[in-house]
């Protein structure tokens, strides 16, 4: 039988009205017991609301470099499936507004050969390696090697 979580909210929700139900009925209560149960309950409002934080600030399922490794690896297998080469867009090409397919899928090949190259030197910014696969992930939806679902079962975590 699967037990089901309950929220963080819920826990600080249900943790605070706990504590002022405790001020409320204080004087119904022994000091020992109300200094007890009112450290404990604080604590576990504290505990909660530090989970709160994590789970909002806290990056959760980041991809790991070996997963963004998996994902270029198959990107790359995708493209070469129909005999694509890498090229690296020369100054001339960032200035057309028309998209080129072929020229494209070649470009992006050659940012997943960049991307493995800088992970593997350990020499890579996160932000500008998500920037690229991205990019690369785009084109792979938008000229039809995948769709959605298929790329977003491909990055979700390995269980």
Known sequence: M??????????IT?????????????????????LSLFAVFSALL???????????????GEMTKEKILE???KSRAKFQKFGYLPLEFE??????????KDQD?????????????????NDFEIGRINRWLGFVQH???AYGFYSLEEMRDQNRPTK
């Open 2 to 11: 699967k037990t089901k979580k309950i929220s963080i909210f819920a826990q």
């Open 14 to 34: 249900i943790i605070a009205v706990i504590l002022v139900l405790l001020f409320l009925f204080k004087d119904y209560l022994i000091d020992s017991v109300f």
């Open 46 to 60: 504290l505990v909660s609301i530090f989970n709160f934080i994590d789970h909002i600030y806290v990056k959760k």
């Open 71 to 73: 994902v270029v690896s």
């Open 91 to 100: 100054e001339k090409y960032h200035s057309t507004s028309v998209p080129d």
């Open 105 to 121: 899928i070649r470009h992006c090949i050659w940012m997943l050969d960049q991307i493995e190259k800088q992970i593997n030197d």
């Open 139 to 141: 084109c792979l939806w």
